[in-house]
């Protein structure tokens, strides 16, 4: 099944202490993007990949940072959590020239940093 | 700096009715504009995507506009289902960045 996968789906963690989230896509896909959705404020756009070894910052990529060393995978790394990041994550991949087609959501990550 | 405003917030109707769902944006110089759809607590579902270059997508009961000259799109639902009921989402895509609008919170009542 063509899916993008999110790890863990739920965390709850301390100020300070490093984390990522994995995002994996199984369709070959070249774009990768983060989203965080915080109410009032929508969706927004942290990072995104046009390829391997190709990232971008998004709207609001401070406190964050991503790396893309394989096709499927595109963790996104928080240093040092700040309650300010409490949110809810999405991955989404596309196929083809960058961001142009159509864009496929993992079932988000809840983060809570206390 | 492109802005994605999508109105109204939230809309509720009868079961049957057609509604129309609309996004506006600043910057006419987009790529494409996706709808989605959001289940509580889920992730998204992509329902249609219109090309820069195209006027408007079907799917089913839906049907989205796109108008790059006036920065405006409609999503079109026909015969509206209780099971319709959920936020919709559009995005514009310029320069490899996706801005989203903060979403139509529909509530379609049985």
């Known amino acids: 099944e063509a899916q993008v996968t999110q790890n863990p789906r739920y965390l709850i963690t301390v100020t300070g202490k490093k984390l990522t989230v994995t995002c994996s896509q199984n369709m070959n896909h070249e774009y990768m993007s983060w989203y965080r959705q915080d109410p009032g404020l929508g969706l927004r756009q942290i990072y995104y990949?046009?390829?391997?070894?190709?990232?971008d910052k998004g709207d609001v990529p401070e406190g964050y940072k991503v790396s893309r060393k394989e096709k499927r995978n595109f963790p996104l790394i928080l240093e040092s959590p700040s309650p300010n990041q409490t949110s809810l994550y999405f991955c989404a991949s596309s196929d083809g020239g960058g961001s142009y087609n159509e864009q496929f959501f993992g079932p988000g990550t809840r983060l809570t940093v206390l | 700096k492109q802005e994605v405003t999508q109105i109204p917030a939230a809309l509720s109707v009868p079961e049957g009715e057609n509604l129309v769902l609309n996004c506006s944006f600043t910057d006419s110089a987009i790529y494409n504009l996706q709808w989605f759809r959001q289940d509580p607590g889920k992730g998204l579902t992509s329902l249609l995507l219109?090309?820069?270059?195209?006027r408007e997508q079907t799917s089913g009961r839906l049907n989205a506009s796109l108008d790059k000259s006036s920065g405006r799109s409609t999503l079109y639902i026909a015969a509206s289902q209780p099971g319709d009921s959920a936020t919709y989402l559009c995005?514009?895509?310029?320069?490899?960045?996706?801005?989203f609008g903060k979403g139509t919170r529909l509530h379609i009542l049985p």
């Open positions: 219109i090309q820069s270059s195209q």
């Open positions: 995005a514009v895509v310029r320069d490899d960045k996706i801005i």
């Open positions: 990949s046009m390829n391997v070894e190709v990232t």
